[in-house]
């Protein structure tokens, strides 16, 4: 979701030159000079936002060339990289960073992000080297929203129900001889403020082999304070509510009773510091920090208390947001929001640059939020290229690129080189009735396609 449009220049190994689709021609088409007819565009990252973008531009002005740059050797960023294998229907994710935790012990062994071991379990190659260590009874994952259900549900499913998925070959063997039994789930305010989704946490909450602990205390009170919340917030607050105080059924009490896993939500603790192991040698809990709401509505925030107390674990994983990376020194960049400064899309002083996706507005909303950020990128880079604000007279487009890449000695990974990468992938899932079976090693991918 993090993609960057350029006007003609990019980098990377893996362009694709689209041939403009057949389909109705918008009228302001017929408003563009001669120059502006076949507009040379270059979209940087294949993620859903590059996507979207793409798409956006070649059917608003079926005249316009587009490239599509990525660094990986396979397209579709998080799509593919960024998803539990699971949930192939939900595609979720953006942006090349984790937010750090800024505490002592983040560095001990043990300790990951969660966007790693997403990326981990996904194939991508930057984390296939990961290695967790799942040999400890109780991993905490310091964070409330989708991603970490989603990393919950991986470490607590049977891995006989994966076997299916397109979770990579070293994953599942990693995951058959976990030893994990319990999983915490932390965050620093209650009930009213989680960040995932009703659907996510109904899932769990049914989750085959494991049972969900919730303290009836923190709940206290929330009856009457969920009548005023909007429908979505209210329904999801209802469901934890009920979870969390009813007894169930007989059905699901014996469910519950023969489950051999757990999981658990930990509201008004905030993370203090990674507790090391009496050797020094890897992490062994997390020292949180009792917490208090303050505020009201959008302004509630979580203030210590003074009490402290320490959750043991073997394994911690950080989920507490996502973060864009800068592109390169001449393009402008937020560190601290981890945005492109733009307005629109409309990156801020660089005429003929554009943003869509995370970097664009910072790491929130779903596939259906990017899809609609990145039309309206691609509506003001449109707009501009009919008002004539973008610099005019021919570009050179690809060629340009292809010149550079050649001098440096690069062969690009093209979109037809995909399609074989694709098809061996299908081809080595189908002998163990998986979808796929994803190459995670660039240098194996380059050995197949001859490079």
């Known amino acids: ?160 129900h994966l076997e299916r998925t397109d979770i990579t070959k070293a994953a599942l063997g990693v995951l058959r001889q976990s030893r994990v039994k319990t999983v915490w789930l932390v965050g620093r305010r209650g009930p009213l403020q989680v960040a995932f989704t009703i659907k996510e946490l109904r899932e769990m909450i049914q989750l085959p082999g494991a049972r969900p602990i919730l303290d009836p205390a923190d709940f206290l009170g929330l009856q009457d304070k969920i009548k005023e919340v909007p429908r979505p917030r209210k329904r999801l607050t209802e469901l934890l509510l009920r979870t969390a105080t009813e007894k169930p059924g007989p059905e699901e009490a014996a469910r519950r009773a023969s489950a051999s896993r757990a999981w658990g939500l930990r509201f008004f603790r905030s993370p203090q510091q990674v507790l090391p192991s009496p050797d020094g040698r890897r992490a062994a809990g997390v020292r949180l920090a009792v917490t208090r709401l303050e505020g009201v509505d959008e302004a509630t925030r979580a203030v210590p208390t003074g009490d402290m107390e320490d959750l043991p674990c073997g394994l911690v994983l950080s989920s507490v947001g996502y973060k864009s ?70 570009r050179p487009g690809y060629a340009a690129i292809q010149a550079l890449l050649s001098s440096r000695g690069v062969r690009p990974v093209s979109f037809s080189d995909w399609e074989k990468l694709d098809a061996e992938e299908v081809a080595r899932g189908q002998g163990t009735g998986k979808p796929r079976e994803k190459l995670v090693d660039p240098q194996e991918m380059l050995r197949l396609l001859g490079h």
Not at 141 to 149: E, R, S, T, Y
Not at 353 to 361: A, D, I
Request: glycine share 10%; aromatic share 8%; net charge negative.
């Open 1 to 160: 979701m993090a993609s960057r449009c350029w006007r003609w220049w990019g980098w990377s190994a893996w362009p694709r030159t689209r041939p403009p689709p057949a389909g109705s021609t918008p009228s302001f088409r017929h408003h563009l000079s001669t120059q502006e007819k076949t507009p040379q565009i270059c979209v940087v990252g294949s993620g859903p936002a590059g996507f979207y973008t793409a798409q956006h531009l070649l059917k608003q002005h079926p005249q316009a060339h587009v490239d599509i740059y990525e660094k990986q050797p396979v397209p579709f960023g998080l799509v593919r990289f960024g998803v539990a294998p699971d949930h192939p229907e939900v595609k979720s994710y953006g942006a090349e960073d984790h937010r750090a935790l800024e505490i002592p012990g983040e560095e001990l062994p043990g300790v990951c992000s969660a966007r790693a071991f997403v990326g981990w379990y996904n194939g991508l190659p930057e984390n296939r080297e990961l290695e967790p260590d799942l040999s400890c009874d109780t991993a905490v994952i310091l964070g409330q929203g989708n991603v970490a259900l989603d990393v919950a549900r991986i470490l607590l499913t049977p891995p006989e």
């Open 325 to 394: 990376r800068p592109v390169d020194p001449s393009v402008p960049f937020d560190s601290k929001l981890g945005v492109i400064p733009n307005v629109e899309g409309r990156v801020m002083d660089v005429p003929g640059l554009y943003c869509s996706g995370w970097v664009k507005r910072g790491p929130t909303g779903v596939i259906a939020t990017t899809m609609t950020d990145s039309f309206l990128t691609g509506q003001m880079l449109l707009q501009d290229l009919k008002a004539g604000l973008l610099p005019s007279g021919p």
